[in-house]
T-cell receptor, first 112, second 114 residues
Framework: SQQGEEDPQALSIQEGENATMNCSYKTSINNLQWYRQNSGRGLVHLILIRSNEREKHSGRLRVTLDTSKKSSSLLITASRAADTASYFCATAPVWGNNRLAFGKGNQVVVIP | DARVTQTPRHKVTEMGQEVTMRCQPILGHNTVFWYRQTMMQGLELLAYFRNRAPLDDSGMPKDRFSAEMPDATLATLKIQPSEPRDSAVYFC????????????FGPGTRLLVL
């Protein structure tokens, strides 16, 4: 079963604005990852944050992790039309299934 | 620029036919994953291998699906016989370390079973 749940499910913003997506999960995690999928393509890894980290940056991306609330957020600053994609969070549980659990994705449309 | 490759990229077949999808993982990666993506179910893990050994195929319908790694450079996913409900995009991904770490996805095989 998929554990990560992204919120909001769909987001439409103007180019230059910031986009924020949230992901909630249920069980203790080893790490949480964010992936991007452009239409008709495979998923591309964006960033990995470990359970002992609270914030991580990569270019225009900022990820936060709150293990007490079992949630993470992905912020894309100064969005571009090329950021239009689906964004997935994936959680790696500490125990049990030795796999990543992907959420259903969050569609982001950046209007030029 | 190392990447995962998959063939074919598109496949249209008739119900009952055998379908074989191939994947070449990134050289040196020791974990390989097969996923299926549909609008209704999202991304589902079908099977994964570590050092060519199948470790988990619990997500795969056993009666018609099979996954193998004949060697370190090739992973295959077969469906026999195929059914219309198998229509989906099938992704292969590989990883350098364990299954909980970063995965690198191929472009996918878009399968349509008529």
């Amino acid at each position: 079963s998929q554990q990560g749940e992204e919120d909001p499910q769909a987001l439409s913003i103007q180019e230059g604005e910031n986009a924020t997506m949230n992901c909630s999960y249920k069980t203790s995690i080893n790490n949480l990852q964010w992936y991007r999928q452009n239409s008709g393509r495979g998923l591309v890894h964006l960033i990995l944050i470990r359970s002992n980290e609270r914030e991580k940056h990569s270019g225009r991306l900022r990820v936060t992790l709150d293990t007490s609330k079992k949630s993470s957020s992905l912020l894309i600053t100064a969005s571009r039309a090329a950021d239009t994609a689906s964004y997935f969070c994936a959680t790696a549980p500490v125990w049990g299934n030795n796999r990543l659990a992907f959420g259903k994705g969050n569609q982001v449309v950046v209007i030029p | 620029d190392a990447r995962v490759t998959q063939t074919p990229r598109h496949k249209v077949t008739e119900m009952g036919q055998e379908v074989t999808m191939r994947c070449q993982p990134i050289l040196g990666h020791n974990t390989v994953f097969w996923y299926r993506q549909t609008m209704m179910q999202g991304l589902e893990l079908l099977a994964y291998f570590r050092n060519r050994a199948p470790l988990d195929d619990s997500g795969m319908p056993k009666d018609r699906f099979s996954a193998e790694m004949p060697d370190a450079t090739l992973a295959t996913l077969k469906i026999q016989p195929s059914e219309p409900r198998d229509s989906a995009v099938y992704f292969c991904a590989s990883g350098l370390t364990g299954p909980k770490e970063t995965q690198y996805f191929g472009p996918g095989t878009r399968l349509l079973v008529l």
